[in-house]
C-alpha cells in the first residue's frame, strides 16, 4: 500500500514564507501524478497544486506567483514552497499522489499551516 508523510507546518507570520515536504513509500514514485490540496475551518477541501509525473505544474489562481510545487524523484519526495503567505492561507495541508495506470488516489494526514501575527 502507499504511505505518505507529510511534515514541515507550523506557525508562520504574514509575508513569511514555509516549505512542506510529503515522503512517499510503498510504490514506485516516478509512476506517480502528485499534488496538495488544502482545507480551511468550515470550508471543502481545495486544490492548491499539482505535478505530474514529467513535471508539468499546475497552480489555484489564489497562490500563483507565491507558492512553486516541486518533486525530487530520488528521495521520493513532494515539495510544496510557500512564499507571500497570507493569512487566507492558513489551512490544514494534504499530500495526494495518483497512480497513473490505475488513477487511484493516495492522501496524506495532513500537516497544519498557520498565518498569524
Known amino acids: 500500500q502507499v504511505q505518505l508523510a507529510e511534515s514541515g507546518g507550523g506557525l508562520v507570520q504574514p509575508g513569511g514564507s514555509l516549505r512542506v515536504s510529503c515522503a512517499v513509500s510503498g510504490s514506485i514514485f516516478r509512476f506517480y501524478n502528485m499534488g496538495w490540496y488544502r482545507q480551511a475551518p468550515g470550508k471543502q477541501r481545495e486544490l492548491v497544486a499539482l505535478i505530474s509525473k514529467s513535471g508539468s505544474t499546475n497552480y489555484a489562481d489564489s497562490v500563483k506567483g507565491r507558492f512553486t510545487i516541486s518533486r525530487d524523484n530520488a528521495k521520493n519526495t513532494v515539495y510544496l514552497q510557500m512564499n507571500s503567505l497570507k493569512p487566507e492561507d492558513t489551512a490544514v495541508y494534504y499530500c495526494?499522489?495518483?497512480?497513473?495506470?490505475?488513477?487511484?488516489?493516495?492522501w496524506g494526514q495532513g500537516t497544519q499551516v498557520t498565518v498569524s501575527s
Open positions: 495526494k499522489a495518483e497512480n497513473i495506470a490505475t488513477m487511484k488516489d493516495y
